[in-house]
């Protein structure tokens, strides 16, 4: 699983996320993701 990241979050949330996904924090790769943590992410970035 693939997880574009565009918030920092607690040390301990991002090593366990770590353990079970691929952090993505490129916006050239957000296609890539199967999931979105973002709390402000543009529109414009998304592809339904």
């Known amino acids: 699983m ?8 607690h040390d301990a949330a ?3 996320m770590k353990e079970r996904a691929e952090i ?3 916006w050239d790769r957000i296609g890539e993701a199967d ?13 339904v």
Do not use: M, R, S, W
Request: with cysteine.
């Open 2 to 9: 693939k997880v574009f990241l565009c918030e920092t979050i």
């Open 35 to 47: 999931a979105l943590i973002n709390g402000v992410l543009h529109p414009e970035y998304l592809v």
């Open 24 to 26: 993505i924090n490129d």
């Open 14 to 16: 991002y090593q366990k």
